[in-house]
């Protein structure tokens, strides 16, 4: 285990994890960054703890309509390499059944 500072809402925070979780904690870093601000401004200037609150709110809801949204449809250039693969594998097992 190591320790990493997180910098959340103009606060600094050390935490343990373990290596090879650091880089996904600075992405959860930078994700929280970007709602920051707001969460400052929401607060109004108030105790850090009302800001994390309203960062947590912020956060929260986002998550919410993440989980309301229809899973993300395939994209078209997906689909058309998985009929690919198919078809490939169609032909191999279609070979296989013709030298047997």
Known sequence: MADITLQVAG???????????????????????????????????????????YLALILADALDESEKKPAAALSDTLLERIADRLEAVAEALEESNATS
């Open 11 to 53: 606060r600094s925070y050390t935490v343990s994890a373990r290596e090879d979780d650091m880089p996904h904690l600075r992405e959860l870093e930078a994700r929280i960054g970007r709602h920051a601000d707001a969460a400052m401004r929401a607060a109004g200037g108030q105790s850090g703890e009302r800001t994390l609150l």
